[in-house]
C-alpha cells in the first residue's frame, strides 16, 4: 500500500513543478510515470468526458485500455517505450476512448521529462 502513497505524494510533487504548464497551456496535457501515476489538465479530463483532472487521474486499469483506441495502442506504447528507452521525442496521431465509449482523434506530442530522477512522459493533445 505504500507504494501507492509514495507515487501519489511524487505526482503531486511533479504536478506543482509543472503546474504553470499544465494550467497555462492552451494544449490538453497529462503526464505519465505509469498506470496508477498519471496527472492531467482540466483540458484533457474535458477532451475525454471526465468531471475533473483528479475523476480521470484516479481512473483505475491499464491505461491504453482505459483510454487509448485500440488502432492507437501499439503507437502510443512504441512511442513511450522510445522515449523511455533513448529520449526520444515524438509527434503521433492517437485516437482516445472517451468515458462515454466515443472517440476523439488528436494530435500528441510526446515529451520525455525527468523529476527527481524518475523519467516521465509529458503529452500536449491537440484535438484534430
Given at each position: 500500500m505504500s507504494h501507492d502513497h509514495d507515487h501519489s505524494q511524487f505526482m503531486q510533487e511533479v504536478e506543482q513543478e509543472y503546474s504553470e504548464i499544465l494550467a497555462d497551456s492552451d494544449q490538453a496535457i497529462y503526464i505519465f510515470l505509469d498506470d496508477s501515476a498519471k496527472i492531467c489538465n482540466k483540458k484533457f479530463s474535458d477532451l475525454l468526458g471526465y468531471e475533473s483532472a483528479q475523476?480521470?487521474?484516479?481512473?483505475?486499469?491499464?491505461?491504453?485500455?482505459?483510454?487509448?483506441?485500440?488502432?492507437?495502442?501499439?503507437t502510443l506504447v512504441g512511442s513511450y517505450q522510445e522515449a523511455m528507452q533513448?529520449?526520444?521525442?515524438?509527434?503521433?496521431?492517437?485516437?482516445?476512448?472517451?468515458?462515454?465509449?466515443?472517440?476523439?482523434?488528436?494530435?500528441?506530442?510526446?515529451?520525455?521529462?525527468?523529476?527527481?530522477?524518475?523519467?516521465?512522459a509529458m503529452h500536449f493533445v491537440e484535438k484534430m
Open positions: 475523476a480521470w487521474s484516479e481512473a483505475n486499469g491499464s491505461f491504453t485500455d482505459l483510454f487509448v483506441d485500440d488502432a492507437s495502442q501499439r533513448s529520449y526520444k521525442g515524438s509527434t503521433n496521431t492517437i485516437v482516445w476512448k472517451k468515458k462515454d465509449g466515443s472517440t476523439v482523434n488528436t494530435q500528441v506530442i510526446l515529451v520525455p521529462i525527468v523529476y527527481k530522477g524518475h523519467l516521465l
